[in-house]
Nanobody
Framework: QVQLVESGGGLVQPGGSLRLSCAASGTIFSIYDMGWYRQAPGKQRELVATITGGGRTNYYADSVKGRFTISRDNAKKTVYLQMNSLKPEDTAVYYC????????WGQGTQVTVSS
């Protein structure tokens, strides 16, 4: 059974940066395309960025283009999300999952952007 554990969230001022991590266990991680998702209060969960199993990035939401970077380390079974120039509207719980959302969701990591 695959487990996903997100970490790295926190409270940051507008314009600040955070690096999120998502560690996977129980699977051959490198064969899966992975994505970061986020869910703000009262809103549906949305896809933020995706990366192929081989490490090619192939999608960023328009709202994060140029500010967020997704990457992965298959040896560590971990996918990352570097978030720069954070805005209050980036406030959400951030999750990772395979692109078709086939794995059980982790607990997510809270990102709060506020002055």
């Amino acid at each position: 059974q695959v487990q996903l554990v997100e970490s790295g969230g926190g409270l940051v001022q507008p314009g600040g940066s955070l690096r999120l991590s998502c560690a996977a266990s129980g699977t051959i991680f490198s064969i899966y395309d992975m994505g970061w998702y986020r869910q703000a209060p009262g809103k549906q969960r949305e896809l933020v960025a995706t990366i192929t199993g081989g490490g090619r990035t192939n999608y960023y939401a328009d709202s994060v283009k140029g500010r967020f970077t997704i990457s992965r380390d298959n040896a560590k079974k971990t996918v990352y999300l570097q978030m720069n120039s954070l805005k209050p509207e980036d406030t959400a719980v951030y999750y990772c999952n395979e692109n078709s959302r086939r794995f059980a969701w982790g607990q997510g990591t809270q990102v709060t952007v506020s002055s």
